[in-house]
């Protein structure tokens, strides 16, 4: 399937569901101080249905060595998501998968392989820096977050040529409550894009 997809700050059976059942590439599940903040026990309860299918993946946010040790213990996560700066300073287990957030298109001298590119604040809606991104997608496996929803992510596929996207408030009802419709939209337009943007490439 062409194209990586993230659904992100999941916090009910609903939404997990329809992440699923739409075809998503990866569930994100929230650590960090957010309306989406869901505790380890809650977050593995709510990953059962995905595991052996599509990546769960740890996000958090300058997370202390204590607080990422309860997350990996109590939830099991397949990544690590968080900032760039944190990896340096956490003890993490070889075999656990890392995505590294960049906010500044500066920073990606620092980092190889894939890596997430995001807006200032995570989860608020703010559209990231599309044409930094596309500058960075050129040379890196990215995956673009910030501000993206069913209305814009055709957009921000023509602009940024991602190898992914990740998308948490754009597929809300209101804060912090995803929308199985909306969830549905994005990941059909999202996949509508990657397949437009492959056939594009081969022909």
Known sequence: MVGFIKI???RDAAAVDAALQSGADALG???APSVRRVTPAQAAALAEPARGRVPC???MLHPTQADCDDVLQGFAPDVLQTDIDDFAVLHLPAQLQRL???RDAARATAVSGRI???GPRSGTGQVADWSAAAH???DHELVLAGGLSPDNITAALLAVHPFGVD???GV???PGHKDPQRIAEFISRARAGFAWRAEEKRA
């Open 29 to 31: 599940f929230v650590f």
């Open 167 to 169: 998308v948490s408030s």
């Open 8 to 10: 992100c700050g999941l």
């Open 136 to 138: 960075l997608a050129a």
């Open 100 to 102: 590294p957030v960049l």
């Open 57 to 59: 993946i740890a996000v």
């Open 172 to 174: 809300e009802s209101s």
């Open 116 to 118: 997430l590119f995001e």
